[in-house]
């Protein structure tokens, strides 16, 4: 796991935006549960950020550098869909 998110040079934050108590999030709260430690150990200057907001759809924003962000939609995933989603994003410079 520690080669899957070992993430980019130009990655400057990595913000998770998800409902706190909606059926829709639960696999994204899951994944955060399971996941977070290692990103953290494995990046610790780099920003992670978790905002909860009632009702919202699950996304994950990746800020670069130069201002540059990206943005993926995490509706309908299952834990595995979304660990290979972020490791994606966070490989990946933009």
């Known amino acids: 796991m520690a080669s899957k998110y070992g993430f980019a040079a130009q990655l400057k934050e990595l913000r998770f935006l998800f409902c706190q108590t ?18 953290k150990k494995h990046n610790p200057h780099t920003p992670i950020m978790i905002r909860e907001a ?20 995490l509706k309908g995933l299952d834990d595995k869909g979304i660990e290979n989603k972020i490791t994606e994003l966070v490989k990946t410079p933009i």
Do not use: D, H, N, W
Request: net charge positive; glycine share 8%.
């Open 54 to 73: 009632s009702g919202i759809e699950p996304k994950v924003y990746a800020r670069f550098e130069f201002g540059k962000e990206k943005i993926i939609p």
């Open 22 to 39: 909606g059926e829709q999030s639960a696999a994204v709260r899951t994944f955060l549960t399971r996941s977070y430690p290692t990103m």
